[in-house]
């Protein structure tokens, strides 16, 4: 399985950003997938996962509410809605597999990376 981001970019606060996860190799029906967030100078945390059916979604409490994880099994496509960015919402954002749907915070079970989009939020 690989994975390729999109959609990242510069937002001013309050805007929105739709980010895309293309897969490629494997179907992702195979897998738990997840966004994980690195801000400038700190490690990389988990803040959303759906479920390999796509059935169910967690999220980390700093993004509830606002963020919005969802998956297109015919495109092989995993999406992050963004809305109601705050400054604090500024790193550098990854698609991984398998995420834990109990911690979803971990990074322990992700072997699985894109490269990576940068999203800034910033008037």
């Known amino acids: 399985l690989q994975l390729v981001e999109s959609g990242g970019g510069l937002v001013q606060p309050g805007g929105s950003l739709r980010l895309s996860c293309a897969a490629s190799g494997s179907s992702l029906d195979y897998y738990a997938v997840g966004w994980v967030r690195q801000a400038p100078g700190q490690g990389r945390e988990g803040i959303s996962c759906i479920s390999a059916a796509g059935d169910n979604t967690v999220y980390d409490t700093s993004v509830k509410g606002r963020f919005t994880i969802s998956k297109d099994s015919a495109k092989n496509m995993v999406y992050l809605q963004m809305n109601n960015l705050k400054p604090d919402d500024t790193g550098v954002y990854y698609c991984?597999?398998?995420?834990?749907?109990?911690?979803?915070?971990?990074?322990?079970?992700?072997?699985?990376w894109g490269q990576g989009t940068q999203v800034t939020v910033s008037s």
């Open positions: 991984a597999a398998p995420c834990s749907m109990t911690l979803v915070s971990s990074v322990a079970y992700l072997d699985i």
